[in-house]
């Protein structure tokens, strides 16, 4: 249990040296398929080209919480495998 938090503190670290490019980059849209998808506000993230909106991270199209929630749910079927 206590690499969990070790290894989510490591990631936050990460992630916030990363946050100043990935606020100002632009992404792809779902919709759309152009590259044309801009932070416009804490969370919301707007296409230029046609328009549509998400809901996503406050300063990345994916939120880190989210990858990390991801890692321990992967790290926790494989405990459960190996624990029996
Ligand atoms: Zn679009």
């Known amino acids: 249990m206590a690499n969990f938090s070790i290894r989510y503190g490591a990631s936050i670290r990460k992630r916030y040296r990363a946050v ?3 606020k100002q980059a632009t ?3 779902d919709m759309c398929g152009r590259g044309a ?13 046609c328009g549509a909106t ?3 991270g406050a300063y990345t199209m994916t939120t ?3 990858e990390v929630a991801k890692r321990l749910i992967e ?3 494989k ?4 624990n029996g």
């Open 27 to 29: 992404y792809k849209c």
């Open 64 to 66: 880190a919480a989210g």
């Open 75 to 77: 790290d926790l079927a």
């Open 20 to 22: 100043k490019a990935d």
């Open 37 to 49: 998808v801009k932070r416009i506000n804490t969370s919301i993230w707007k296409c230029r080209h």
């Open 54 to 56: 998400y809901a996503g």
């Open 79 to 82: 405990k459960r495998r190996t």
